[in-house]
């Protein structure tokens, strides 16, 4: 049977590489609370230059509480997520 993981999906604003730096230390310091903490499995951006993120949960419940204190989200530089499960078969 699969393990699920749930991934948060975040799209950045077009200028988040100029936009991230004040928010930038607090954002990787959440992520790895919670990867340290056993919640998030892995994170990392989406793109070269970055359109996204893509941060791998362990539940739901983690992947859905997490933006609400992301300061990337807090501060507009995330302008949509959504959070899908993923049936992890390998």
Avoid: C
């Amino acid at each position: 049977m699969p393990d699920t993981h749930y991934i948060l999906f975040y799209d950045y604003v077009a200028d988040i590489l100029e936009r991230r730096g004040p928010h930038r230390e607090a954002h990787l310091a959440l992520i790895r609370a919670a990867k340290d903490d056993g919640r998030i499995v892995m994170a990392g951006p989406l793109g070269d230059p970055p359109h996204g993120a893509a941060i791998v949960f362990k539940d739901r419940a983690a992947a859905e509480a997490f933006p609400e204190l992301d300061p990337y989200v807090t501060n507009g530089l995330v302008t949509d997520w959504q959070v899908d499960p993923w049936a992890v078969v390998s």
